[in-house]
């Protein structure tokens, strides 16, 4: 796979970010997509951006992200972190296409769809992160850490827009839906989220 595309100039405008990315080629996820899942919530200042892995099926058919059993776990997570439906949150994902098989994006889309990713985070200027997962956790952090020794403390990831946003990790929903040992730990994750609010 090679990048189709070049990155070019992003809009500096949410709008025209969402309309750019709803086109893009960068990457393979391209050709086996049926849309582009931009990210739903409220779109300003949000208190919190979750960030996830990449859109599934339910996700590209409904052109939203977390539309199947992980983002019903999720919902439920941050239910119980005080952030109900009515809560000021916006969702989106490190990739925007859905990898077919469910597979985890490679390094490679990450890399192409980073740009995109980074844009919205200026733009959006949300007030805190909740990273799922090892490759989100790793890609916005910039670590090559593993998810337990990044779970448990707030961490800052600098925008482009030169804002400092206390982040935090968690694993990703779809991992406590196969491994529900871990549902303990994601526990005291979210009492930390509790706490940062
Ligand atoms: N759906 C999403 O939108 N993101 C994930 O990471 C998993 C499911």
């Known amino acids: 796979q090679s990048l189709a595309q070049p990155a070019g100039p992003l809009p500096q405008n949410w709008d025209a970010l969402a309309a750019h990315v709803a086109s893009c080629k960068r990457c393979g996820l391209?050709?086996?997509?049926?849309?582009?899942?931009?990210?739903?919530?409220?779109?300003?200042?949000?208190?919190?951006?979750?960030?996830?892995e990449a859109p599934g099926?339910?996700?590209d058919r409904a052109g939203q992200p977390f539309q199947g059993k992980a983002g019903a776990l999720l919902r439920a997570m941050l239910a119980a972190a005080g952030?109900?439906?009515?809560?000021?949150?916006?969702?989106?994902?490190?990739?925007?296409?859905?990898?077919?098989g469910n597979r985890p994006p490679s390094a490679q889309e990450i890399e192409a769809c980073m740009p995109a990713l980074s844009r919205q985070i200026a733009l959006l200027r949300p007030a805190r992160l909740l990273l799922l997962g090892r490759l989100a956790a790793q890609t916005l952090l910039g670590t090559r850490d593993e998810l337990d020794a990044l779970r448990g403390r707030v961490?800052?990831?600098?925008?482009?827009?030169?804002?400092?946003?206390?982040?935090?990790?968690t694993y990703h929903p779809a991992s406590l839906l196969l491994r529900p040992q871990h549902k303990l730990d994601a526990w005291r994750d979210l009492n930390l989220m509790r706490n940062l609010h």
Not at 30 to 52: K, N, S, T
Not at 85 to 99: D, G, H, I, Q, W
Not at 155 to 168: F, K, T
């Open 30 to 52: 391209h050709e086996a997509r049926g849309q582009v899942v931009f990210g739903a919530g409220a779109p300003q200042a949000p208190d919190w951006l979750v960030i996830g």
């Open 57 to 59: 099926d339910h996700d």
């Open 83 to 100: 952030l109900g439906a009515e809560a000021s949150v916006y969702f989106t994902n490190l990739v925007k296409c859905r990898p077919l």
């Open 155 to 169: 961490h800052s990831y600098r925008s482009e827009a030169g804002q400092d946003i206390p982040s935090l990790v």
